[in-house]
């Protein structure tokens, strides 16, 4: 891998976003802000520092409602002590009242499946069950998000040893047009 190679992959990507996809993620935190929905931002490792980031942004410049439970260390590794990590996001989404106004966005390389990330599968799940809107940007094939997403990005895998810094970039990318669009 070199410099030339990188950003060729990081062009072919940009090039390959599915534009329908990203329609409906815009359109789908349009209709949040009009209903005056939070959103709730969900990550771990260098989506867990992205979703903190994007907090802002969607806040700031798209003028959304937004938090994630990551940024609060104390509740969190207090609730992972305590209730366990599958369970750490769904319980800050229930004592924050997360109601059928409200949407997840999921930040994630693999989407989450039943052996990782299972704490962001247990939040969608439980997002769904208050009828809430699930959002995705994801990578690989879009695991869990995906399939439970109401709207989902997924970032096409180029070259599988350089998935996760792509992911992550492309997370960045995509919330960054996203609240370009949205500015008031």
């Known amino acids: 891998m070199n410099i030339n190679d990188y950003l060729a992959e990081t062009v072919q990507i940009a090039s390959s976003l599915d534009r329908g996809n990203l329609q409906n993620l815009l359109d789908g935190l349009a209709d949040l802000r009009k209903n005056k929905g939070r959103l709730f931002i969900i990550g771990v490792g260098g989506s ?11 806040r700031k410049i798209a003028e959304i409602d ?3 439970p990551l940024d609060n260390v104390s509740e969190l590794t207090a609730r992972i002590n305590d209730d366990g990590w599958d369970s750490c ?3 800050t989404l229930r004592v924050s009242n997360f109601c059928s106004k409200d949407a997840v966005l999921t930040l994630s390389v693999g989407g989450g499946s039943e052996k990782t990330s299972l704490n962001l599968v247990r939040a969608m799940e439980y997002a769904k069950t208050v009828n809430g809107k699930v959002f995705g ?4 094939d879009g695991g869990m998000t995906a399939k439970l997403a109401d709207a989902c990005v997924i970032i096409p895998t180029i ?6 810094p792509h992911a992550e970039e492309f997370q960045a990318v995509v919330w960054h047009m996203l609240v370009t669009m949205l500015r008031k």
């Open 137 to 140: 940007i994801v990578s690989r």
């Open 66 to 68: 937004a938090y994630t």
């Open 48 to 58: 867990a520092a992205n979703a903190s980031h994007a907090v802002n942004d969607f």
């Open 159 to 164: 070259n599988k040893e350089t998935i996760t």
């Open 89 to 91: 996001i769904t319980n």
